[in-house]
């Protein structure tokens, strides 16, 4: 599903440049969960924002779905992007201005989805994370545990082929945590790829594999061993 | 989608009630001060566009040279309407229109008194479009002793008889019967008249009437003449055409300069400066064009409020672009989303404007001097218009915005840590600022200056007193004959202190005759051109001119009937060192064909007085007596006493009904009058009063939103700088500052603007004020108090914060 070789990202301004990614090779294969770790600043959120198509690599290769996509326009960016890939935010980064059940809609509009089709979806998804009950609700009558399962309905009510997840649990407590560790795993369990960056060890044990970060280059790579050998074999 | 859009739009205007109320207030304003202004210039702009060929009609305008440079007339010499018919090809056809004494009309016992009737030939309905509402179009304006009515004039003389058949008499013309009634004239044409007298009735009764109509080297240029155009034929070369024609039988003396046609759809507003003709509500192209740049500014800074407040507020914004983003809306898609939020705003306003528009209409129709309504709007193509105009203003006001949010890049805005930064240009926002305050500067300078000006004109002393001064008209050669006995008895009550007959007055600024003069020293060809006005022995001293030397007239000198007296500029003008006792020479044109050369002497001089408007500069005036051939009388002018003007108007309207009973009584104040001449540039004073007014209420509402825009962002730096020790004073100053150097901006920009344009218009002037640098301080100093006030109040809020607050909150 991914590949990437030698990927490198530097933020330039007239004085400064920062090196966020110094030459990541990366390969991760269809349906798997991918734990991103490291200290602040090491380029784990720009590494996923690369993965996401949010931003493109200065130098390097990265084949998504077996296709270069590294030096793809902004809109081109924005096509792959659309039914292939959600987002689940630190932040939850739901617009306050739609309702529950219409922030979930959304990449269906953008796909443009028929309404009928869009509809089913979008209250399976709802479903999934056992949030029907409030569709009718805004962004701010919600907790955060019930926002980030909204967020994470969002992110699958496309049936993407990958889920990225920047500290999907940094904003909420230990139970809201744990339950939207469950929905992960559960999505990951039900085929979908996932690359999450994590602060916490507890969320990276969901994953089979972790992937460690420091000044933008992998220097470790840990396995569950018997997570990944079920899921490779 | 759409609705996707729609519903965020709505709901994020709903959610920012601050935001809304800026935004919807300062384009709802604008949009109202639009619709009145586009009202009123639709109206100025419709005039003469009924007529189904109107563009293919046109009136002759002469350009003649004089001494004093050229001169516009929209008269012809009577012949040239029917040869151009027969001689010019391209002239489909052509009419004549004129006018003679005013006149009252007698039905039964009933009279009228009519003064805007026309004398017209049948021609005139294949040039105009007046419908008829009774009467055959083509038998009519044929035969003497005829009348064609307007449907307003019929109502008033008939009520709901039938008027066709019906007689009446007119006084001067004779019986004339009813033939036809007009279908009301329409409020926008140029020509407004009550009742058309054929050619051939006029010929019956006035005996040189067939003359003029015939002379080609008549310098009465009595007739309005008309020509409809060919398809295709060019108002430059039918005019070239015409122009020939004139030539080829016009004595060379009489030939003018050069001719023109003015297409008919100019005549109501491009007429400044043409005399003659008939333009029955004159209007000015110039203030027309000023009144709809007002508009556009006032819409132009609703709009840059909603880009400086929607650019400001584009980090609340980001994330939403962010999460589009993310989830595969492209550039386009989210441009198209924040511009349909900004149309969906102009839409909203736009209805707001137009309830505001309808509760304003008769605020503005009084500030105007216009009686507008509103039902212009309600036509299917306006309305198509208005709802393009939404989407025009929406369009301009949200794409800067809307690119600034669009080209926020996902992963700079999405993340959690990630600081919001302000979108766009500061520079640009801070440009639109300047913009703002510059327009309400200027158009404040501009207030100030044409109240200063106004209020000159009116406190300027004119050379005579025009107060406590009534002018009762002279209506008919019965009242002229009986005048010395009149205006005996117009003395006679108490309150009435002088009386004076004259042929014009002060504030009668039409058609003072001109004469042409030679001095004993004029070489041939080289005669002075100077008014002239017939006046009686008291003139002087009831309108309390100054002598400067001789002495006036006196009525027991029987000789004074062919003495004069001069105004200094004419002293001046003719080249008199000694003027007293020198005689003047005076060609003269009789209405009969004949001529002759007036010999007069001079015995006195006054010194100047406005008799014109301060528009111009005092020109040479020749006083004479009251029974001269060159001006008839027209106007008894009486003093009188301040305190009993009831008991004077009482006792005038007495004696003139007594001496006249078949005229109604006709009178004004002469101060009125004069103020009259001045009424299109106080409206118009007044109108832009009320746009810089507006202006200003909208740059400040803006100013207002973006200083507590900037007060709200800047809330923990003011936190710290409150906990290091900063006190409330310096947190106001430094909140204001910013903003205030803006409209210091503004003032250095605008100033220079503004002082060339009121130069400009001050140019119309003769008399004028010093545009002193005062002046411009003050509008300057104005703008910068109003928006002093207005960013102080958000920076004093914010300094008055507790700083633990503000603190803990971040």
Same mark, same amino acid.
């Given at each position: 599903?991914?590949?990437?070789?030698?990927?490198?990202?530097?933020?330039?301004?007239?004085?400064?440049?920062?090196?966020?990614?110094?030459?990541?090779?990366?390969?991760?294969?269809?349906?798997?969960?991918?734990?991103?770790?490291?200290?602040?600043?090491?380029?784990?959120?720009?590494?996923?924002?690369?993965?996401?198509?949010?931003?493109?690599?200065?130098?390097?290769?990265?084949?998504?779905?077996?296709?270069?996509?590294?030096?793809?326009?902004?809109?081109?960016?924005?096509?792959?992007?659309?039914?292939?890939?959600?987002?689940?935010?630190?932040?939850?980064?739901?617009?306050?201005?739609?309702?529950?059940?219409?922030?979930?809609?959304?990449?269906?509009?953008?796909?443009?989805?028929?309404?009928?089709?869009?509809?089913?979806?979008?209250?399976?998804?709802?479903?999934?994370?056992?949030?029907?009950?409030?569709?009718?609700?805004?962004?701010?009558?919600?907790?955060?545990?019930?926002?980030?399962?909204?967020?994470?309905?969002?992110?699958?009510?496309?049936?993407?082929?990958?889920?990225?997840?920047?500290?999907?649990?940094?904003?909420?407590?230990?139970?809201?945590?744990?339950?939207?560790?469950?929905?992960?795993?559960?999505?990951?369990?039900?085929?979908?790829?996932?690359?999450?960056?994590?602060?916490?060890?507890?969320?990276?044990?969901?994953?089979?594999?972790?992937?460690?970060?420091?000044?933008?280059?992998?220097?470790?790579?840990?396995?569950?061993?018997?997570?990944?050998?079920?899921?490779?074999? | 989608?759409?609705?996707?859009?729609?519903?965020?739009?709505?709901?994020?205007?709903?959610?920012?009630?601050?935001?809304?109320?800026?935004?919807?207030?300062?384009?709802?304003?604008?949009?109202?001060?639009?619709?009145?202004?586009?009202?009123?210039?639709?109206?100025?702009?419709?005039?003469?566009? %009924?007529?189904?060929?109107?563009?293919?009609?046109?009136?002759?305008?002469?350009?003649?040279?004089?001494?004093?440079?050229?001169?516009?007339?929209?008269?012809?010499?009577?012949?040239?309407?029917?040869?151009?018919?027969?001689?010019?090809?391209?002239?489909?056809?052509?009419?004549?229109?004129?006018?003679?004494?005013?006149?009252?009309?007698?039905?039964?016992?009933?009279?009228?008194?009519?003064?805007?009737?026309?004398?017209?030939?049948?021609? %005139?309905?294949?040039?105009?479009?007046?419908?008829?509402?009774?009467?055959?179009?083509?038998?009519?304006?044929?035969?003497?002793?005829?009348?064609?009515?307007?449907?307003?004039?019929?109502?008033?003389?008939?009520?709901?008889?039938?008027?066709?058949?019906?007689?009446?008499?007119?006084?001067?013309?004779?019986?004339?019967?009813?033939?036809?009634?007009?279908?009301?004239?329409?409020?926008?044409?140029?020509?407004?008249?009550?009742?058309?007298?054929?050619?051939?009735?006029?010929?019956?009764?006035?005996?040189?009437?067939?003359?003029?109509?015939?002379?080609?080297?008549?310098?009465?240029?009595?007739?309005?003449?008309?020509?409809?155009?060919?398809?295709?034929?060019?108002?430059?070369?039918?005019?070239?055409?015409?122009?020939?024609?004139?030539?080829?039988?016009?004595?060379?003396?009489?030939?003018?300069?050069?001719?023109?046609?003015?297409?008919?759809?100019?005549?109501?507003?491009?007429?400044?400066?043409?005399?003659?003709?008939?333009?029955?509500?004159?209007?000015?192209?110039?203030?027309?064009?000023?009144?709809?740049?007002?508009?556009?500014?006032?819409?132009?800074?609703?709009?840059?409020?909603? !880009?400086?407040?929607?650019?400001?507020?584009?980090?609340?914004?980001?994330?939403?672009?962010?999460?589009?983003?993310?989830?595969?809306?492209?550039?386009?898609?989210?441009?198209?989303? %924040?511009?349909?939020?900004?149309?969906?705003?102009?839409?909203?306003?736009?209805?707001?404007?137009?309830?505001?528009?309808?509760?304003?209409?008769?605020?503005?129709?009084?500030?105007?001097?216009?009686?507008?309504?509103?039902?212009?709007?309600?036509?299917?193509?306006?309305?198509?218009?208005?709802?393009?105009? +939404?989407?025009?203003?929406?369009?301009?006001?949200?794409?800067?915005?809307?690119? +600034?949010?669009?080209?926020?890049?996902?992963?700079?805005?999405?993340?959690?840590?990630?600081?919001?930064?302000?979108?766009?240009? =500061?520079?640009?926002?801070?440009?639109?600022?300047?913009?703002?305050?510059?327009?309400?500067?200027?158009?404040?300078?501009?207030?100030?200056?044409?109240?200063?000006?106004?209020?000159?004109?009116?406190?300027?002393?004119?050379?005579?007193?025009?107060?406590?001064? =009534?002018?009762?008209?002279?209506?008919?050669?019965?009242?002229?004959?009986?005048?010395?006995?009149?205006?005996?008895? !117009?003395?006679?009550?108490?309150?009435?202190?002088?009386?004076?007959?004259?042929?014009?007055?002060?504030?009668?600024?039409?058609?003072?005759?001109?004469?042409? +003069?030679?001095?004993?020293?004029?070489?041939?060809?080289?005669?002075?051109?100077?008014?002239?006005?017939? +006046?009686?022995?008291?003139?002087?001293?009831?309108?309390?001119?100054?002598?400067?030397?001789?002495?006036?007239?006196?009525?027991?000198?029987?000789?004074?009937?062919?003495?004069?007296?001069?105004?200094?500029?004419?002293?001046?003008?003719?080249?008199?060192?000694?003027?007293?006792?020198?005689?003047?020479?005076?060609?003269?044109?009789?209405?009969?064909?004949?001529?002759?050369?007036?010999?007069?002497?001079?015995?006195?001089?006054?010194?100047?007085?406005?008799?014109?408007?301060?528009?111009?500069?005092?020109?040479?005036?020749?006083?004479?007596?009251?029974?001269?051939?060159?001006?008839?009388?027209?106007?008894?002018?009486?003093?009188?006493?301040?305190?009993?003007?009831?008991?004077?108007?009482?006792?005038?309207?007495?004696?003139?009904?007594? %001496?006249?009973?078949?005229?109604?009584?006709?009178?004004?104040?002469?101060?009125?009058?004069?103020?009259?001449?001045?009424?299109?540039?106080?409206?118009?004073?007044?109108?832009?009063?009320?746009?810089?007014?507006?202006?200003?209420?909208?740059?400040?509402?803006?100013?207002?939103?973006?200083?507590?825009?900037?007060?709200?962002?800047?809330?923990?730096?003011?936190?710290?700088?409150?906990?290091?020790?900063?006190?409330?004073?310096?947190?106001?100053?430094?909140?204001?500052?910013?903003?205030?150097?803006?409209?210091?901006?503004?003032?250095?920009?605008?100033?220079?603007?503004?002082?060339?344009? !009121?130069?400009?218009?001050?140019?119309?002037?003769?008399?004028?004020?010093?545009?002193?640098?005062?002046?411009?301080?003050?509008?300057?100093?104005?703008?910068?108090?109003?928006?002093?006030?207005?960013?102080?109040?958000?920076?004093?809020?914010?300094?008055?914060?507790?700083?633990?607050?503000?603190?803990?909150?971040?």
């Amino acid at each position: 599903m991914i590949q990437t070789e030698n990927l490198q990202k530097a933020y330039r301004t007239d004085e400064v440049e920062t090196i966020a990614l110094a030459g990541v090779d990366l390969s991760i294969e269809d349906g798997e969960f991918v734990s991103v770790m490291g200290p602040s600043g090491c380029g784990k959120s720009t590494l996923l924002n690369l993965l996401g198509l949010l931003d493109t690599p200065t130098a390097g290769i990265y084949q998504f779905d077996r296709e270069n996509v590294s030096g793809l326009s902004e809109r081109q960016r924005a096509k792959r992007r659309k039914g292939a890939i959600g987002f689940v935010f630190q932040s939850f980064n739901l617009i306050d201005e739609l309702t529950v059940y219409e922030n979930v809609e959304l990449p269906l509009l953008y796909l443009g989805t028929d309404r009928k089709t869009s509809k089913q979806k979008v209250e399976a998804a709802l479903d999934r994370v056992k949030m029907t009950h409030r569709r009718g609700h805004f962004p701010q009558q919600l907790s955060g545990g019930q926002q980030q399962r909204v967020a994470v309905a969002r992110a699958v009510v496309a049936d993407p082929k990958l889920i990225l997840a920047d500290e999907p649990t940094g904003n909420l407590d230990s139970t809201n945590g744990t339950q939207v560790m469950n929905l992960l795993r559960d999505l990951n369990e039900a085929g979908t790829t996932i690359v999450m960056v994590t602060h916490s060890p507890a969320d990276a044990e969901y994953s089979a594999r972790t992937i460690h970060l420091f000044d933008g280059k992998v220097v470790s790579e840990n396995f569950i061993a018997q997570e990944y050998a079920a899921h490779t074999a | 989608m759409l609705r996707n859009y729609l519903t965020v739009a709505f709901r994020t205007l709903r959610n920012q009630p601050v935001y809304t109320g800026i935004n919807t207030l300062g384009l709802s304003v604008g949009m109202a001060a639009c619709l009145l202004i586009a009202l009123y210039v639709g109206h100025e702009w419709s005039f003469d566009r %009924f007529h189904q060929d109107a563009d293919r009609i046109a009136r002759i305008v002469e350009t003649r040279t004089t001494p004093d440079g050229a001169e516009r007339v929209a008269g012809t010499a009577g012949p040239v309407a029917p040869t151009a018919v027969q001689e010019v090809p391209g002239v489909a056809a052509a009419t004549r229109i004129a006018q003679l004494f005013r006149v009252t009309v007698e039905r039964g016992d009933t009279r009228f008194y009519v003064g805007d009737y026309l004398i017209a030939e049948p021609s %005139f309905f294949d040039v105009f479009d007046f419908p008829l509402a009774q009467g055959d179009p083509q038998a009519v304006l044929r035969e003497p002793g005829t009348v064609v009515l307007t449907h307003a004039t019929a109502q008033r003389y008939f009520g709901d008889e039938n008027p066709i058949g019906q007689t009446m008499s007119i006084e001067g013309y004779g019986e004339a019967t009813v033939t036809a009634v007009l279908a009301p004239l329409p409020a926008a044409s140029h020509l407004q008249f009550s009742m058309l007298l054929p050619f051939e009735t006029v010929a019956q009764q006035v005996p040189w009437w067939t003359r003029l109509t015939e002379d080609w080297a008549s310098g009465f240029r009595s007739f309005a003449t008309y020509a409809k155009l060919e398809d295709g034929a060019t108002h430059t070369a039918m005019a070239e055409q015409v122009a020939t024609l004139m030539a080829r039988n016009t004595p060379a003396d009489a030939m003018p300069s050069a001719v023109t046609l003015q297409p008919l759809t100019d005549i109501h507003l491009h007429s400044v400066g043409i005399q003659g003709g008939f333009n029955a509500q004159p209007g000015n192209a110039t203030y027309v064009l000023i009144l709809g740049l007002l508009a556009l500014f006032i819409l132009g800074l609703a709009c840059i409020n909603y !880009m400086n407040l929607a650019t400001a507020r584009a980090a609340d914004r980001q994330r939403e672009v962010g999460v589009r983003k993310a989830l595969g809306a492209h550039r386009g898609q989210l441009i198209g989303r %924040f511009v349909g939020e900004a149309v969906l705003l102009c839409g909203m306003a736009l209805l707001i404007g137009a309830l505001l528009a309808r509760g304003a209409l008769p605020a503005f129709n009084a500030l105007a001097g216009t009686s507008l309504s509103l039902s212009p709007l309600m036509q299917p193509a306006v309305i198509v218009a208005l709802v393009v105009g +939404v989407v025009v203003v929406g369009a301009l006001a949200g794409a800067y915005p809307a690119f +600034v949010l669009a080209r926020f890049r996902p992963a700079a805005v999405l993340k959690a840590s990630q600081g919001a930064t302000e979108g766009g240009s =500061v520079w640009l926002r801070r440009g639109l600022v300047v913009t703002q305050f510059g327009v309400s500067i200027a158009l404040i300078a501009a207030t100030l200056v044409v109240t200063q000006q106004l209020g000159y004109i009116q406190s300027k002393e004119l050379g005579f007193d025009e107060e406590h001064l =009534v002018a009762v008209d002279i209506n008919s050669d019965d009242v002229r004959r009986a005048k010395t006995a009149m205006k005996t008895e !117009m003395r006679r009550h108490p309150a009435v202190q002088r009386v004076s007959i004259s042929s014009r007055i002060p504030g009668d600024w039409k058609d003072i005759p001109e004469v042409e +003069v030679m001095t004993p020293s004029t070489q041939p060809g080289e005669a002075s051109s100077a008014y002239f006005m017939s +006046v009686d022995a008291d003139f002087r001293t009831t309108f309390d001119i100054a002598l400067q030397d001789g002495r006036f007239f006196e009525p027991a000198r029987g000789t004074d009937t062919t003495a004069v007296v001069l105004n200094e500029t004419a002293v001046q003008a003719f080249g008199l060192t000694d003027p007293v006792g020198t005689t003047v020479r005076v060609p003269q044109e009789n209405q009969d064909g004949t001529s002759e050369v007036l010999t007069w002497r001079v015995i006195g001089t006054v010194e100047d007085f406005h008799f014109q408007p301060l528009y111009a500069p005092i020109r040479p005036l020749v006083l004479g007596h009251q029974n001269n051939p060159v001006a008839e009388v027209d106007y008894f002018t009486a003093r009188v006493d301040a305190g009993q003007v009831t008991a004077a108007l009482d006792h005038l309207q007495a004696v003139s009904e007594r %001496f006249d009973p078949a005229r109604p009584f006709e009178y004004s104040f002469v101060d009125a009058r004069m103020a009259e001449a001045y009424q299109a540039d106080r409206a118009v004073g007044r109108v832009v009063g009320a746009a810089s007014g507006l202006a200003i209420l909208i740059a400040c509402v803006g100013l207002f939103g973006l200083a507590a825009f900037t007060a709200e962002r800047r809330r923990k730096e003011m936190g710290i700088r409150k906990a290091l020790g900063a006190t409330s004073a310096s947190i106001v100053a430094l909140l204001s500052a910013d903003l205030l150097k803006l409209v210091g901006i503004a003032f250095v920009v605008a100033t220079p603007l503004a002082y060339g344009g !009121m130069q400009q218009w001050l140019a119309s002037f003769a008399y004028r004020v010093d545009l002193g640098a005062g002046l411009f301080m003050l509008a300057g100093g104005a703008a910068l108090l109003i928006a002093l006030l207005t960013v102080s109040t958000q920076a004093l809020r914010a300094a008055r914060t507790d700083p633990a607050v503000t603190l803990r909150s971040e």
